[in-house]
């Protein structure tokens, strides 16, 4: 399956995945505590050189990830120019586009795997709560393993209902789906069953 | 103990084939699509423990770095975006639809979109448009505008989400683990 990972290789995907994540706390925590047009519009202008530090092609693939906020910088900034409150809309926006930016750089720097790494660490503690980090790797190999089965499953059932009538089938791929994913479900716990389960 | 962990993980997988449907965009760039129903469906079909714990995940790969969520967004931007309300409530919302359809002993339909409602649409909204007040420095009146185009498509899905819910019922009895 397509992660986010960059496959342009910059100079931050050899850092190891736990420097990058605690500083992105920290840069984040700090853009919350900037409250003012200029120090974020510094740290803006500081996340567009890091995203161009790797390659004209990563800063490309970078800009397309802020798409779905346009929607957002458009409200916000139509809002505070009708209210004429013009540095209220910058810090918002800057804020908002700035925190997604360095977000991003550290996704598209690192390998799903190490990531999942760091996450898998970071839950570590609710074993306490009978979550044990086996279970929790196991469960996260299945959805993997399980999304493009059921996108393919899901596909054939709305090949079949095309062959069997003229409209769309629309919302009525879903309960079989969903039966396929219940049933699918069975199948591997009885397969874990068998070879040894999953405790 | 293999039943509820494969449970868990094939919904978790159901809610990322939902999010992959074809959208539609609205006005505020969230995108309607299956997604929410998936949440829904995890809490109605899987109970309130199983269904909370299949969103969160699917979460967990979403936020490491896969573009699981609707419009392929992924990674630790989500928690950065002014949607980072939606995520939190993702969890919660599964939670309470699915502890609604458990113990509201009425017909499983009636008692999943009833749940879907208040879970999948009015809470989850609820702490979505916190986020997005917190997020875009609005007031909270003023965040629910940009919700409320989406009540229309959430409430059909909550409805669609009581019909499969009611579905399984009759097809799959015993896989309905919130009425087990």
């Known amino acids: 399956m397509l992660t986010l990972t960059s496959p342009v290789k910059t100079w931050a995907h050899g850092l190891p995945a736990a420097v990058k994540l605690t500083a ?30 790797g390659g004209a092609i990563f800063a490309k693939t970078a800009l397309r990830h802020l798409r779905p906020l346009w929607p957002f910088v458009l409200i916000v900034a139509l809002w505070h120019l009708w209210s004429r409150d013009l540095s209220g809309g910058a810090v918002v926006i800057l ?14 720097t690192t390998r799903l795997s190490d990531m999942i790494t760091v996450l898998e660490r970071l839950a570590r503690p609710l074993s306490a709560f009978g979550l044990s980090p086996r279970t929790l790797a196991l469960a996260v190999a299945l ?17 079949s209902w095309r062959a069997r009538s003229a409209r769309r089938a629309g919302w009525r791929v879903l309960m079989p789906a969903t039966l396929a994913a219940l049933d699918d479900a069975e199948h591997v716990a009885e397969a874990l069953r068998a070879r040894g389960g999953s405790a | ?71 392929g967004r992924g990674g630790f931007a989500v928690l950065a975006s002014p949607t980072v309300g939606y995520i ?66 959430d409430t059909i899905k909550a ?20 009425r087990a």
């Open chain 1, 143 to 159: 959805v993997i393993r399980f999304i493009p089965v059921m996108q393919d499953r899901a596909e054939q059932i709305s090949q």
């Open chain 2, 1 to 71: 103990m293999e039943k509820n962990l494969t449970h868990i993980a094939l919904f978790a997988a159901l809610i990322a084939v939902l999010g992959l449907v074809p959208k539609i965009d609205l006005a505020t760039g969230v995108p309607i699509t299956a997604q929410s129903l998936g949440i829904m469906l995890c809490g109605t079909v899987l109970g309130a423990r199983n269904g909370a714990l299949a969103v969160l995940l699917f979460l967990f790969l979403t936020i490491a770095g896969l573009p699981l969520l609707a419009g």
């Open chain 2, 159 to 178: 409805v669609l989400a009581g019909l499969v819910t009611q579905a399984i019922a009759r097809a799959r009895p015993a896989a309905l683990l919130s």
């Open chain 1, 24 to 53: 992105l706390c920290g840069a984040t925590i700090g853009l919350f505590a900037l409250n003012s047009p200029l120090p974020l519009a510094t740290a803006a202008l500081a996340a567009v050189l890091l995203m161009l530090s």
């Open chain 1, 95 to 108: 804020r908002m586009l700035t925190a997604v930016t360095l977000a991003n750089f550290v996704t598209m």
């Open chain 2, 88 to 153: 939190i409530g993702f969890p919660i919302a599964a939670f309470v639809t699915g502890w609604i359809t458990s113990a509201w002993k009425v017909e499983v339909g009636v008692a999943a979109t009833v749940g879907a409602i208040l879970g999948g649409i009015l809470l989850l909204n609820a702490i979505g448009v916190v986020g997005m007040s917190f997020m875009l420095e609005k007031t909270l009146p003023e965040a629910a505008l940009l919700a409320a185009p989406y009540l229309i498509g």
